[in-house]
């Protein structure tokens, strides 16, 4: 009796553990949306790409457009959104996050642009990774 309670406390505080470390995962992917949609609100793209992994494997992919790079995906938002009006104000919802481990998880959502002509929306899947630096988009899929 005592080995099968001694074996029960052993996986409830495992579960315990895993439940804690995954709540702080998304507490802590969820900081990084809000901090760039607070960057992008303000017309600061440099501070909206803080979010995303600063390498050359960074992968951006919206329509038929593969964008593979830090430096060349912060070139593609310079580029198509190169004015206040264009950026709009952005928001995200409809988030669903699924964490795969210790240090990746997956987000689908959806973004939606509030522009003074039109307001442009459509979903996203992001793969986050956990670096030093903290949880960074490895991966962003955006129609």
Avoid: C
């Avoid at 990084?32 to 607070?38: N, T």
């Amino acid at each position: 009796m005592k080995r099968l309670l001694f074996g029960t406390t052993i996986i409830l505080l495992l579960a315990g553990a895993s439940f804690a470390q995954e709540s702080n995962a998304e507490t802590a992917i969820l900081k990084v949306m809000d901090d760039q949609a607070a960057a992008w609100n303000k017309g600061d793209i440099e501070g909206y790409m803080r979010g995303y992994w600063v390498s050359e494997k960074l992968t951006f992919v919206s329509g038929d457009t593969v964008t593979r790079g830090w430096q060349a995906t912060l070139d593609r938002y310079k580029k198509g959104y190169d004015t206040r009006e264009k950026m709009g104000s952005l928001t995200f919802s409809d988030l669903e996050m699924t964490i795969l481990s210790k240090d990746a998880a997956i987000v689908l959502g959806s973004w939606h642009l509030q522009r003074a002509k039109d307001a442009p929306h459509g979903k996203f899947t992001l793969v986050f990774r956990k670096f030093k630096e903290g949880w960074r988009i490895t991966l962003d899929h955006t129609s």
